[in-house]
């Protein structure tokens, strides 16, 4: 830690700590191995010195990150506390953010990123064996939690450590999350990508686990979903290919916490650059993928129809997803693609009429496999006809749902068409019990959506509507 010491011997120190890990001398029975390991990973973290050049300053830096990564990854690996590895994920941020630094040291600094977020997100994992030594078990209840070893006999001095666990994840996943921050200072295209990059690991790594985690959680809500948003604006293909990954993934991890979020992402992003004439020709390629990818899972489509154009509240995501993806498979008599070829300038078709008709036919597929069973056999045990009976209880409240949210829209049609004078139509679907009656009135424009608020605004301006 010393600043004075000589980079080859801060070289030689590294390598023998690395040896140490390696080889396993450093494990969950080792005797203050907790503290130990703290220890290594504060001063790595901490680590300066002396170089006489950049070159043989760069040596250091690289194995300074093998031993941090080594230091998450090893047996002992689990025992470090969240200081210690918020500390490392910081120090190698900042190794790869050194300026007029290698192309080799970067890739290498950001592969060493990638490998710790995988790490500390493996800890979600049930049965997570942490660097093939002992099994460790999370419990939950608040953000930081004691870590049982089972493994570990009762008298070790580690056993009532309290190493890493949703704190620290809570940390890391904040500070991926400001990576993708295009507002904030310093901000460059190719942190955004390492960010997103970053972010999708995390994902790939928790899995649906991580909903689990309010804390977790409520960062993806509040931030995550805000620079997924910002960063589909911005014009590079890496950056939205990746975005659009990240939302995938959001759909399969934590789809239930993100009903508002996700609507929006489909409005915002995929039909907002399919349907805009600014989008490229590769930006729309890039949307109709990420559709077809959505249209395969079964349980998707399906839970798009029955949480969204089944909901009252909510706009018919289905449908409209359905009615874009046919528009988009008719070939026009132009393309917005300014370099496409003549014959598609004249109408023929191209990839773009090719992934929606993938789409539908995804979709379709989708559908079949969901639903279509074989109901010939008249032979059906008690939980498969129970299964059936409740199926057909929740047809019936879809239904009931979806002829609701007809004559809503019917009736905010028709209101925003003629105002007061509609209260009356609106009464004979059963909507309002008196269209006379204030306080009824108040719960249909409070209630109702899709009305217009220029509408409400002249209904309640007007004295003598």
């Not at 050194?98 to 790490?119: T, Y």
């Not at 409209?320 to 070829?341: G, I, M, N, Q, Y």
Request: proline letters at 3%; aromatic letters at 6%; hydrophobic letters at 40%.
């Amino acid at each position: 830690v010393a600043e004075n010491t000589n980079a080859i011997v801060t070289d030689a120190a590294l390598q023998a700590i690395h040896k140490f890990m390696v080889y396993g001398h450093v494990h969950l029975h080792s005797f203050n191995a907790a503290a130990a390991m703290s220890n290594i990973g504060h001063s790595v973290a901490q680590c300066k010195f002396d170089a006489a050049s950049e070159g043989e300053a760069e040596v250091v830096y690289m194995k300074s990150l093998e031993v941090l990564v080594e230091c998450l990854r090893c047996p002992a690996g689990p025992l470090l506390t969240d200081d210690a590895v918020c500390a490392m994920v910081t120090q190698c941020y900042a190794v790869r953010s050194r300026p007029n630094i290698s192309k080799l040291l970067r890739r290498h600094a950001d592969n060493s990123l990638l490998q710790m977020v995988l790490v500390v997100f493996a800890r979600l994992s049930p049965d997570t064996n942490a660097g093939g030594s002992a099994e460790i078990s999370l419990e939950w209840g608040a953000d930081a939690k004691r870590v049982r070893l089972p493994s570990q006999p009762a008298e070790t001095p580690s056993t009532n450590h309290v190493p890493y666990g949703v704190n620290t994840m809570h940390r890391v996943l904040t500070f991926l999350v400001k990576l993708m921050d295009q507002t904030r200072s310093g901000a460059h295209m190719e942190t955004l990508e390492l960010g997103c990059r970053l972010i999708r690991t995390a994902f790939e790594t928790a899995g649906s686990r991580i909903g689990g985690v309010p804390s977790l959680v409520q960062v993806i809500q509040d931030d995550l979903c805000k620079r997924v948003l910002q960063n589909s604006q911005i014009k590079s293909l890496s950056i939205l290919s990746l975005t659009l990954r990240i939302v995938y993934d959001l759909f399969n991890a934590v789809k239930e916490h993100l009903r508002v979020q996700l609507e929006v992402f489909f409005t915002s992003i995929h039909m907002r650059i399919g349907e805009s004439e600014a989008s490229l020709y590769e930006e729309k390629e890039l949307v109709f993928e990420s559709l077809v990818e959505f249209c395969n899972d079964s349980s998707l489509i399906v839970g798009l129809y029955r949480n969204y154009d089944c909901e009252v509240s909510s706009t018919n995501l289905f449908e409209d997803l359905c009615k874009f993806l046919a528009r988009s498979a008719v070939p026009h008599h132009s393309t917005e693609d300014p370099d496409a070829r003549s014959e598609e300038k004249q109408g023929s078709i191209n990839r773009l009429h090719v992934l929606s008709l993938e789409g539908i036919l995804a979709m379709l597929h989708s559908l079949a496999r969901r639903f279509a069973r074989d109901m010939d056999d008249e032979e059906k045990d008690g939980e498969e006809a129970k299964a059936i009976e409740l199926n057909s209880e929740d047809s019936k409240k879809i239904a009931q749902n979806r002829k609701k949210k007809q004559e809503l829209r019917r009736a905010a049609q028709r209101f925003n068409a003629q105002g007061y004078k509609s209260f009356s139509f609106i009464q004979s679907l059963g909507l309002l019990e008196n269209a006379e009656d204030v306080t009824e009135i108040c719960r249909f424009l409070r209630s109702t959506p899709g009305l217009d608020k220029k509408k409400i605004g002249e209904l309640l301006g007007n004295s003598k509507p």
